[in-house]
Protein backbone atom coordinates (compact mmCIF):
# COMPACT_ATOMS: atom_id res chain seq x y z
CA UNK A 1 0.00 0.00 0.00
CA UNK A 2 1.50 2.96 -0.88
CA UNK A 3 0.64 6.63 1.23
CA UNK A 4 -0.09 9.74 -0.96
CA UNK A 5 -1.23 13.05 0.87
CA UNK A 6 -3.78 14.22 -2.15
CA UNK A 7 -3.66 12.72 -6.01
CA UNK A 8 -2.37 15.38 -8.07
CA UNK A 9 -0.52 15.42 -11.64
CA UNK A 10 2.64 17.51 -10.22
CA UNK A 11 5.01 16.91 -6.71
CA UNK A 12 7.36 18.78 -5.56
CA UNK A 13 10.42 16.52 -3.25
CA UNK A 14 13.62 17.92 -1.90
CA UNK A 15 14.23 21.88 -2.23
CA UNK A 16 14.30 21.54 -6.25
CA UNK A 17 13.04 18.21 -7.38
CA UNK A 18 9.51 17.46 -8.80
CA UNK A 19 7.67 14.55 -10.78
CA UNK A 20 5.16 16.27 -13.47
CA UNK A 21 2.43 14.00 -15.41
CA UNK A 22 3.46 15.21 -19.52
CA UNK A 23 1.10 12.93 -21.52
CA UNK A 24 -1.44 10.31 -20.70
CA UNK A 25 -3.28 8.38 -23.17
CA UNK A 26 -4.98 6.30 -20.69
CA UNK A 27 -2.62 3.47 -21.04
CA UNK A 28 0.91 5.41 -21.84
CA UNK A 29 2.11 8.00 -19.43
CA UNK A 30 4.88 10.30 -20.00
CA UNK A 31 6.55 11.81 -16.63
CA UNK A 32 9.15 14.94 -16.47
CA UNK A 33 11.31 14.23 -13.43
CA UNK A 34 13.95 15.93 -11.48
CA UNK A 35 15.59 14.70 -8.81
CA UNK A 36 19.41 14.69 -7.67
CA UNK A 37 22.06 12.49 -9.40
CA UNK A 38 22.65 10.48 -6.85
CA UNK A 39 18.88 9.49 -6.84
CA UNK A 40 18.75 8.57 -10.05
CA UNK A 41 21.29 6.71 -9.95
CA UNK A 42 19.90 4.36 -7.41
CA UNK A 43 16.27 3.84 -9.68
CA UNK A 44 18.00 3.97 -13.09
CA UNK A 45 17.52 0.02 -13.60
CA UNK A 46 14.23 -0.21 -12.22
CA UNK A 47 13.08 2.62 -14.56
CA UNK A 48 14.98 1.16 -17.43
CA UNK A 49 13.54 -2.10 -17.00
CA UNK A 50 10.20 -1.03 -17.82
CA UNK A 51 9.88 2.06 -19.31
CA UNK A 52 12.17 4.41 -21.77
CA UNK A 53 14.67 7.51 -19.83
CA UNK A 54 15.24 9.91 -22.77
CA UNK A 55 15.98 13.82 -22.84
CA UNK A 56 18.29 13.35 -19.88
CA UNK A 57 19.82 17.00 -18.84
CA UNK A 58 21.36 18.98 -16.09
CA UNK A 59 18.70 20.99 -14.29
CA UNK A 60 19.03 24.74 -15.31
CA UNK A 61 19.47 26.97 -13.01
CA UNK A 62 22.25 24.30 -11.92
CA UNK A 63 21.18 22.96 -8.00
CA UNK A 64 22.73 20.21 -5.86
CA UNK A 65 21.20 18.58 -3.19
CA UNK A 66 22.85 16.73 -0.40
CA UNK A 67 21.55 14.98 2.81
CA UNK A 68 22.43 17.09 5.87
CA UNK A 69 24.15 15.41 8.68
CA UNK A 70 22.61 14.46 11.71
CA UNK A 71 23.90 14.37 15.40
CA UNK A 72 23.52 10.40 15.57
CA UNK A 73 26.41 10.10 12.37
CA UNK A 74 28.78 12.06 14.29
CA UNK A 75 31.49 10.44 16.89
CA UNK A 76 30.08 10.62 20.04
CA UNK A 77 33.25 11.93 21.84
CA UNK A 78 33.49 14.52 19.03
CA UNK A 79 29.89 15.76 19.97
CA UNK A 80 30.80 15.73 23.81
CA UNK A 81 33.11 18.62 22.54
CA UNK A 82 31.03 20.70 20.09
CA UNK A 83 27.30 19.94 20.55
CA UNK A 84 26.78 21.37 17.05
CA UNK A 85 29.02 19.81 15.42
CA UNK A 86 26.85 17.71 12.57
CA UNK A 87 25.32 21.44 11.58
CA UNK A 88 29.02 22.87 11.17
CA UNK A 89 30.03 20.40 8.65
CA UNK A 90 27.11 20.33 6.95
CA UNK A 91 27.82 24.17 6.43
CA UNK A 92 31.53 23.28 4.71
CA UNK A 93 30.33 20.64 3.05
CA UNK A 94 27.47 23.08 1.24
CA UNK A 95 30.17 25.27 0.87
CA UNK A 96 32.17 23.33 -1.11
CA UNK A 97 29.36 21.75 -3.10
CA UNK A 98 28.20 25.44 -4.11
CA UNK A 99 32.35 26.44 -5.10
CA UNK A 100 32.48 22.96 -7.13
CA UNK A 101 29.25 24.03 -9.20
CA UNK A 102 30.84 27.77 -9.92
CA UNK A 103 34.00 26.19 -10.93
CA UNK A 104 31.93 23.97 -13.60
CA UNK A 105 30.15 26.77 -14.66
CA UNK A 106 33.30 28.92 -15.26
CA UNK A 107 35.37 25.45 -17.06
CA UNK A 108 32.17 24.35 -18.82
CA UNK A 109 32.03 27.81 -20.88
CA UNK A 110 35.35 28.02 -22.17
CA UNK A 111 35.33 24.11 -23.12
CA UNK A 112 34.53 23.17 -26.39
CA UNK A 113 32.82 20.48 -25.47
CA UNK A 114 31.43 21.13 -22.12
CA UNK A 115 30.02 17.89 -21.12
CA UNK A 116 34.10 17.01 -20.91
CA UNK A 117 33.14 19.10 -17.42
CA UNK A 118 30.87 16.70 -16.00
CA UNK A 119 33.03 14.85 -13.87
CA UNK A 120 33.70 17.43 -12.05
CA UNK A 121 30.44 17.65 -11.01
CA UNK A 122 28.92 16.91 -7.45
CA UNK A 123 26.94 13.60 -7.40
CA UNK A 124 23.51 15.28 -5.53
CA UNK A 125 23.74 17.85 -8.72
CA UNK A 126 19.76 17.74 -10.02
CA UNK A 127 19.19 16.35 -13.57
CA UNK A 128 16.26 16.49 -14.96
CA UNK A 129 14.45 13.04 -17.68
CA UNK A 130 11.67 12.16 -19.41
CA UNK A 131 10.17 9.41 -18.76
CA UNK A 132 8.05 6.91 -20.28
CA UNK A 133 6.22 4.00 -19.61
CA UNK A 134 2.50 1.94 -19.11
CA UNK A 135 0.60 3.40 -16.53
CA UNK A 136 0.37 -0.07 -14.93
CA UNK A 137 4.19 -0.43 -14.62
CA UNK A 138 4.34 2.56 -12.25
CA UNK A 139 3.35 -0.01 -9.08
CA UNK A 140 6.13 -2.74 -10.32
CA UNK A 141 8.29 0.48 -9.83
CA UNK A 142 7.24 1.24 -6.40
CA UNK A 143 7.29 -2.39 -5.31
CA UNK A 144 11.43 -2.70 -6.83
CA UNK A 145 12.36 0.61 -4.67
CA UNK A 146 10.70 -0.22 -1.50
CA UNK A 147 13.47 -2.59 -1.41
CA UNK A 148 15.85 0.41 -1.47
CA UNK A 149 14.46 2.78 1.11
CA UNK A 150 17.58 3.28 3.01
CA UNK A 151 18.92 5.00 -0.16
CA UNK A 152 19.52 8.70 0.51
CA UNK A 153 16.32 10.05 -1.35
CA UNK A 154 14.55 6.70 -2.69
CA UNK A 155 11.89 7.03 -0.24
CA UNK A 156 11.02 10.80 -1.27
CA UNK A 157 11.01 10.00 -4.83
CA UNK A 158 8.86 6.77 -4.23
CA UNK A 159 6.17 9.11 -2.44
CA UNK A 160 5.94 11.93 -5.13
CA UNK A 161 5.87 8.96 -8.30
CA UNK A 162 2.69 7.38 -5.87
CA UNK A 163 1.51 10.59 -5.51
CA UNK A 164 1.21 10.96 -9.25
CA UNK A 165 0.33 7.14 -9.77
CA UNK A 166 -2.88 7.96 -7.33
CA UNK A 167 -3.98 10.84 -9.54
CA UNK A 168 -3.48 8.65 -13.01
CA UNK A 169 -5.80 6.18 -10.99
CA UNK A 170 -8.11 8.68 -10.03
CA UNK A 171 -8.84 9.96 -13.88
CA UNK A 172 -8.83 6.62 -15.04
CA UNK A 173 -11.81 5.85 -12.40
CA UNK A 174 -13.82 8.77 -14.14
Same mark, same amino acid.
Given at each position: ??? %??????????????????????????????????????????????????????????????????????????????? #?????????????????????????????????DAFPMLPI??????????????????? #? #?? #??? %??????????????????????????
Amino acid at each position: MFL %VSKPNDFVKFFEFGEIKLLDNDGQNVALFMKMPFCVLQNIILQLTKIGIVDNTSISNPIAVWFPKLKPNQINSLIINKM #ENMHEEISKIIEKNLYDSLHLFSEISSILVNPIDAFPMLPIGIYVEITYRCKIQNIINIL #E #ET #EKM %VNSAGVSDFRFALATILAYLLKMENK
